[in-house]
């Protein structure tokens, strides 16, 4: 079956690793604007050199470059019955692009899942990854600036797709297959069946 989701919650939530699962579980692509981006970045492309500032700082990439990305992306084949939308959209800007691609395209979006994770928590699990990972953005003041547009551009989004009717929220704290597991449930309950 076609599933179109997407999953949203500030920095360091465990979109990334919730994305992965639930990309195989469903068989559909997830796509996540992070890492293309990073890609981009360090294959020194055109799109990764005007990229890098922003990201390095913390700040969202112009929405005209992600648009762009965006769209050349669920334009490929692999997007045409379905996919998981990770760290996109992220501005209200975004999110009129995609549902005017969606209606070009005759679809839309059927389950918008917000990951909610405590801030302290979410700090402290990047101040582990950057030890981990040594993600340039990962650096603690520059995570409080991604907690802060977060908070700031991305967060007004939640209400967008709760009066629409599409949201689910479910509890990023815990077990990573616990969790995996609150999504599956939540995802069942809107009629996405995951399988095991
Ligand atoms: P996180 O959600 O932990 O901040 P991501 O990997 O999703 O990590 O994003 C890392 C960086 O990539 C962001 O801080 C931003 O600079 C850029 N980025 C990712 N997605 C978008 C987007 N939809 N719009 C603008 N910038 C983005």
Redesign the pocket.
């Given at each position: 079956m076609s599933a179109r989701l997407l999953l949203i919650g500030p920095?360091?939530a465990g979109?990334?690793t919730q994305a992965a699962r639930l990309r195989d579980m469903l068989r559909v692509p997830a796509i996540?604007?992070?890492?293309i981006?990073?890609q981009n970045v360090r294959e020194e492309t055109p799109l990764g050199v005007k990229?890098k500032a922003?990201?390095d700082a913390?700040?969202?990439?112009p929405?005209s470059l992600?648009n762009d990305l965006v769209r050349d992306r669920l334009e490929q084949a692999d997007c045409a019955s379905g996919f998981l939308l990770?760290?996109?959209?992220?501005?209200l800007d975004?999110v009129a692009y995609l549902d005017s691609f969606l209606a070009e395209h005759d679809t839309a979006m059927d389950v918008v899942v917000e990951l909610v994770a405590d801030p302290d928590v979410v700090v402290e699990r990047l101040r582990q990854r950057a030890l981990d990972q040594g993600r340039s953005?990962d650096d603690e003041s520059v995570v409080r600036h991604?907690l802060e547009i977060y908070r700031q551009q991305t967060a007004p989004l939640i209400g967008v797709y709760e009066e629409r009717g599409l949201l689910v929220k479910v509890d990023g704290i815990g077990e990573i297959d616990e969790v995996t597991g609150r999504i599956a449930s939540a995802l069942a309950e809107r009629g996405v069946v995951v399988a095991g």
């Amino acid at each position: 079956m076609s599933a179109r989701l997407l999953l949203i919650g500030p920095p360091g939530a465990g979109k990334g690793t919730q994305a992965a699962r639930l990309r195989d579980m469903l068989r559909v692509p997830a796509i996540s604007t992070g890492d293309i981006f990073r890609q981009n970045v360090r294959e020194e492309t055109p799109l990764g050199v005007k990229a890098k500032a922003y990201m390095d700082a913390g700040d969202n990439v112009p929405d005209s470059l992600t648009n762009d990305l965006v769209r050349d992306r669920l334009e490929q084949a692999d997007c045409a019955s379905g996919f998981l939308l990770d760290g996109y959209p992220r501005t209200l800007d975004q999110v009129a692009y995609l549902d005017s691609f969606l209606a070009e395209h005759d679809t839309a979006m059927d389950v918008v899942v917000e990951l909610v994770a405590d801030p302290d928590v979410v700090v402290e699990r990047l101040r582990q990854r950057a030890l981990d990972q040594g993600r340039s953005d990962d650096d603690e003041s520059v995570v409080r600036h991604r907690l802060e547009i977060y908070r700031q551009q991305t967060a007004p989004l939640i209400g967008v797709y709760e009066e629409r009717g599409l949201l689910v929220k479910v509890d990023g704290i815990g077990e990573i297959d616990e969790v995996t597991g609150r999504i599956a449930s939540a995802l069942a309950e809107r009629g996405v069946v995951v399988a095991g």
